[in-house]
Structures are given as structure tokens and as C-alpha cells.
């Protein structure tokens, strides 16, 4: 299966400012996505980014806030903006990824990076 | 709108019981049904995942049934241990690209 790679695993961050979060895959696939787990919450969809083309943003949260680069079919950037205490959460990178011997897609995570702001 | 709910919010266990966690979702038009375990902090581990064809997967002491039509799943662990300790998630794909995570069971096994 995939493997991803997110930096950093972990920062602390200061009101107002800006952090990016990176994901690579080692191997080509046509959508990332980001998601959001707040603490003691389940993971929410934020965006659907594939190559080439503006991310897909789902409802409550927007690109100002959370812009996304896709730059090439392995690597993608997720950039909190203007953090507030209310951003503290893991951010998780994800792909699917077809199962050469069941066909199934599979969704597949990294580490994910986890956001303390102070 | 998908909506995928898990119960027991968490459970507390003894070494070597078997337990069954459950994931109900109320659009049974879904894909495919994945279990994945959660650590602490950590990222997820994918463990089963059934097709919407499929009626279950099985693991190691890990089985995964999936009933479309009554809207559930369930996760069966055989002879728990200590080190199954964690947060498992049920997350459906239904059309389109899009996955619903439950809120997870977290699981605590006493040694």
C-alpha cells in the first residue's frame, strides 16, 4: 500500500500565524485529501485536492482559511491560516488506493500532524 | 446525508474476552465499509475493508461483517489483549469520493 508522509508530526503554534503542513506520497495518485480531527472528535472532511485543478472544499470550510497546493500527483500542502486556539487539531493527509488483488478501494492515511495553538 | 454512528462510545475489557464493536449508517447506497484502529495522538491504521458485494472480512482474530440492508457493521475482536487497546473507527464511502467517519470506539484492555 501507499505510503505517506506528513511533516511536521507535531507544532505549536502562535495565534495569527500561518503553518503548512506537507504530504508525500510515494507513489502517483489522482486525489488527496485533507481531513480534520479536533480532540475526542471523529475526522471531517476538509477538501478533496486533485492535480491540476482548485481543490474541492466541503461545506464550513473554505480556501481563505485553508488553502491546498497539488503541485504534482505525489505531493500536496494543506496551510492553516490565522490560526486561533480553535484550529488546535490533527490534520491528516489521505489517499485510495486500488487493491491489486481485490480491486477494492482502499483509503489510506498518514501519521497525520498535530497542531497545538497557544 | 450519510450518517455513520458507533456504540459503545467505549468499552473497558478484561484479557481475552471476545468483544464485538458496532457502526450503524442510515444510507445503505454505500461502496465500501472500513475499520480502521487509532492510537493515541497517532494517524490511522487501516484494518478491514468490505465491499458493498461482501458480507464479511476476516484478519487474524479481527472479523468484520457487514449487513447493507439493515444499515450495520460490525467488528468482532477474538481474545483480546492489552496491546488492542485503541480508538477503532468505521468510515462508509458512498458516491462520489466521499467518506463518513463514525465518532469511534475507544477500547481499553485490561491486563
Known amino acids: 500500500s501507499a505510503v505517506i508522509s506528513q511533516k511536521p508530526s507535531r507544532d505549536i503554534c502562535q495565534r495569527g500565524t500561518s503553518l503548512t503542513i506537507q504530504c508525500q506520497v510515494d507513489?502517483?495518485?489522482?486525489?488527496m485529501f485533507w481531513y480534520r480531527q479536533q480532540p475526542g472528535q471523529s475526522l471531517t472532511l476538509i477538501a478533496t485536492?486533485?492535480?491540476?485543478?482548485?481543490?474541492?472544499?466541503e461545506s464550513g470550510f473554505v480556501i481563505d482559511k485553508f488553502p491546498i497546493s497539488r503541485p504534482n500527483l505525489t505531493f500536496s500542502t494543506l496551510t492553516v491560516s490565522n490560526m486561533s486556539p480553535e484550529d488546535s487539531s490533527i490534520y491528516l493527509c489521505?489517499?485510495?488506493?486500488?487493491?491489486?488483488?481485490?480491486?477494492?478501494?482502499?483509503?489510506?492515511f498518514g501519521a497525520g500532524s498535530r497542531l497545538t495553538v497557544l | 446525508k450519510q450518517e455513520v454512528t458507533q456504540i459503545p462510545a467505549a468499552l473497558s475489557v478484561p484479557e481475552g474476552e471476545n468483544l464485538v464493536l458496532n457502526c450503524s449508517f442510515t444510507d445503505s447506497a454505500i461502496y465500501n465499509l472500513q475499520w480502521f484502529r487509532q492510537d493515541p495522538g497517532k494517524g490511522l491504521t487501516s484494518l478491514l475493508l468490505i465491499q458493498s458485494s461482501q458480507r464479511e472480512q476476516t484478519s487474524g482474530r479481527l472479523n468484520a461483517s457487514l449487513d447493507k440492508s439493515s444499515g450495520r457493521s460490525t467488528l468482532y475482536i477474538a481474545a483480546s489483549q492489552p496491546g488492542d487497546s485503541a480508538t477503532y473507527l468505521c468510515?462508509?464511502?458512498?458516491?462520489?469520493?466521499?467518506?463518513?467517519f463514525g465518532a469511534g470506539t475507544r477500547l481499553f484492555v485490561k491486563a
Open positions: 489521505s489517499v485510495v488506493e486500488q487493491e491489486s488483488f481485490s480491486g477494492a478501494n482502499v483509503l489510506t
Open positions: 468510515a462508509v464511502k458512498g458516491g462520489g469520493f466521499k467518506t463518513i
Open positions: 507513489s502517483q495518485v489522482t486525489m
Open positions: 485536492a486533485n492535480q491540476g485543478s482548485e481543490a474541492t472544499y
